[in-house]
């Protein structure tokens, strides 16, 4: 049996470093606020925000009233502590402009108490212009997450999202040039997404230096376009398998470029869950595609080495993806000579070590 040294130097020619995903996520509590369909200037062909945020819609200021007296009851920050606004769901952006000042004075008034120290808006790569986002700078808004999708002008165009790869291009550029961070979602899976399609999106969105990426493989709820296409034949959902091995070359690639994804699965939520027809839903999906991503990282630093790794020393957050459901990815483990014996978990490290 190898035994694996205790202390290996990151540098030495016969080790391999690589990033997993370790320290790339950012601390703190998000507070998140839903504005189901609000803003939005039509709905797209898989949509049922309602089911998935588990509220019905309602207008902006009663949601944003009823956010305040949530807000109100908790104490201010303490020294180094964060806690996050975010307004989800909807387009932002786009709101009515008396909608958006009521939501945006709700993040003052919470920042100046110091219940708020950061927050975010998701919106629309195509519902931006340069005075909603200076208001959105003006309010404290750090990070403005945009609904992409996809860069491919097919899959925007089955998806009726009323935009072109173009515009969310311009849309990219927009937000960063504002001094805003970038944050781009991704729909795999959806009317015209191919495996090879996604991954040339994640290829894109990397070079547009996002601040996080998030991943939501498409589902068919009921009741959406999608649903009554799916019945009749003319879309066919992704597979876990195929779901699973497509985003974990994807995870990979973001791991491999620093960028987060913070998130890899849309939230539980019974309604939502209830109201599935079809797609790659599993309880642990996250997990899955974490430990192909990590399998992927792994193979491609030991087809580095010119002979036998002798060991691997991992961050200790991936103990618990490693060997993915029911340890079904222990043989691919076993045929890279990485079986249990020769793998460590350290408690301090970010990046993994092969050698």
């Given at each position: 049996?190898?035994?694996?040294?205790?202390?290996?130097?990151?540098?030495?020619?016969?080790?391999?470093?690589?990033?997993?995903?370790?320290?790339?996520?950012?601390?703190?509590?998000?507070?998140?606020?839903?504005?189901?369909f609000l803003g939005c200037p039509g709905k797209c062909v898989y949509c049922a925000q309602?089911?998935?945020?588990?509220?019905?819609?309602?207008?902006?200021?009663?949601?944003a009233a009823e956010a305040r007296q949530r807000l109100e009851s908790l104490p201010p920050c303490g020294e180094g502590e964060e806690r996050e606004l975010a307004f989800y769901g909807g387009t932002f952006t786009a709101l009515p402009e008396a909608d958006r000042s009521f939501c945006l004075a709700l993040l003052r008034d919470m920042r100046k108490s110091l219940r708020i120290t950061r927050a975010r808006c998701s919106?629309?790569?195509?519902?931006?212009?340069?005075?909603?986002?200076?208001?959105?700078?003006?309010?404290?808004?750090?990070?403005?997450?945009?609904?992409?999708?996809?860069?491919?002008?097919?899959?925007?165009?089955?998806?009726?999202?009323?935009?072109?790869?173009q515009d969310a291009l311009l849309g990219c550029r927009a937000v960063a040039e504002a001094g805003l961070r970038l944050g781009i979602q991704l729909l795999p899976g959806m009317p015209g997404s191919t495996p090879e399609v996604f991954l040339a999106d994640v290829e894109k969105a990397l070079t547009l230096s996002p601040a996080c990426l998030r991943f939501y493989p498409c589902l068919v709820p009921e009741g959406t376009a999608l649903a009554r296409w799916f019945c009749e034949g003319r879309y066919r959902p992704w597979t876990l398998e195929e779901t699973v091995r497509t985003l974990g070359t994807a995870l990979n690639m973001a791991w491999q470029a620093r960028v987060?994804?913070?998130?890899?699965?849309?939230?539980?939520?019974?309604?939502?869950?209830?109201?599935?027809?079809?797609?790659?839903?599993?309880?642990?999906?996250?997990?899955?595609?974490?430990?192909?991503?990590?399998?992927?990282?792994?193979?491609?630093?030991?087809?580095?080495?010119?002979?036998?790794?002798?060991?691997?020393?991992?961050?200790?957050?991936?103990?618990?993806?490693?060997?993915?459901?029911?340890?079904?990815?222990?043989?691919?483990?076993r045929k890279l000579d990485l079986g249990p014996e020769r793998i460590r978990f350290?408690?301090?490290?970010?990046?993994a070590t092969l050698f």
């Amino acid at each position: 049996m190898s035994k694996i040294p205790h202390h290996i130097s990151a540098n030495s020619p016969r080790n391999v470093c690589f990033p997993v995903g370790g320290g790339q996520y950012g601390s703190g509590r998000i507070f998140p606020v839903f504005l189901p369909f609000l803003g939005c200037p039509g709905k797209c062909v898989y949509c049922a925000q309602d089911r998935q945020t588990g509220r019905e819609s309602s207008g902006a200021q009663e949601i944003a009233a009823e956010a305040r007296q949530r807000l109100e009851s908790l104490p201010p920050c303490g020294e180094g502590e964060e806690r996050e606004l975010a307004f989800y769901g909807g387009t932002f952006t786009a709101l009515p402009e008396a909608d958006r000042s009521f939501c945006l004075a709700l993040l003052r008034d919470m920042r100046k108490s110091l219940r708020i120290t950061r927050a975010r808006c998701s919106t629309r790569p195509d519902a931006l212009s340069p005075a909603v986002l200076e208001e959105l700078v003006r309010a404290g808004i750090g990070l403005v997450e945009l609904g992409i999708q996809s860069f491919d002008d097919r899959a925007l165009t089955l998806s009726r999202r009323g935009y072109q790869k173009q515009d969310a291009l311009l849309g990219c550029r927009a937000v960063a040039e504002a001094g805003l961070r970038l944050g781009i979602q991704l729909l795999p899976g959806m009317p015209g997404s191919t495996p090879e399609v996604f991954l040339a999106d994640v290829e894109k969105a990397l070079t547009l230096s996002p601040a996080c990426l998030r991943f939501y493989p498409c589902l068919v709820p009921e009741g959406t376009a999608l649903a009554r296409w799916f019945c009749e034949g003319r879309y066919r959902p992704w597979t876990l398998e195929e779901t699973v091995r497509t985003l974990g070359t994807a995870l990979n690639m973001a791991w491999q470029a620093r960028v987060p994804v913070i998130r890899l699965s849309v939230a539980p939520e019974p309604s939502f869950d209830k109201a599935l027809l079809a797609g790659p839903r599993h309880p642990a999906l996250g997990a899955l595609i974490q430990a192909e991503a990590l399998l992927i990282a792994v193979k491609n630093a030991a087809d580095t080495l010119s002979r036998r790794p002798e060991g691997l020393v991992l961050p200790r957050f991936c103990q618990g993806f490693l060997y993915g459901d029911r340890g079904a990815l222990k043989e691919r483990w076993r045929k890279l000579d990485l079986g249990p014996e020769r793998i460590r978990f350290d408690e301090t490290a970010h990046d993994a070590t092969l050698f």
